[in-house]
């Protein structure tokens, strides 16, 4: 059974940093480029990050360029985002996501795209 785990989330106050893992079983994600989405109270779900499945390549939404990094470690099938200088908007409920791509370097930045998804991890940025 091919599954997505997120972990890595909570509370954090403003300005602070959060680390989420999306770690895969059943399959192997050297042959997934992976996603990141966030649904935020009030908004639909939207695209955050996303890199290629050889690491290579990497799409950040505007509004978390320069605070957030995506990174993958295939060796331990999984893939990161490293959450820095948080605000109260980036609060959410956090997805990670793959789909399997022909070329190292593709990756896709529409959820309509994407086969395999995370439950969710839960974001909190708050004082």
């Known amino acids: 059974q091919l599954q997505l785990v997120e972990s890595g989330g909570g509370l954090v106050q403003p300005g602070g940093q959060l680390r989420l893992s999306c770690a895969a079983s059943?399959?192997?994600?050297?042959?997934?480029?992976i996603g990141w989405f966030r649904q935020t109270p009030g908004k639909e779900r939207e695209g955050v990050s996303s890199?290629?499945?050889?690491?290579?390549?990497?799409r950040y939404a505007d509004s978390v360029k320069g605070r957030f990094t995506i990174s993958r470690d295939n060796a331990k099938n999984t893939v990161y985002l490293q959450m820095n200088s948080l605000k109260p908007e980036d609060t959410g409920v956090y997805y990670c996501?793959?789909?399997?791509?022909?070329?190292?370097?593709?990756?896709?930045?529409?959820?309509?795209?994407?086969?395999?998804w995370g439950q969710g991890a839960q974001v909190t940025v708050s004082s």
């Open positions: 890199i290629s499945s050889n690491g290579d390549n990497t």
């Open positions: 996501a793959g789909v399997r791509v022909w070329s190292g370097a593709d990756l896709s930045t529409f959820e309509d795209h994407y086969a395999y």
């Open positions: 059943g399959f192997t994600l050297d042959y997934y480029a």
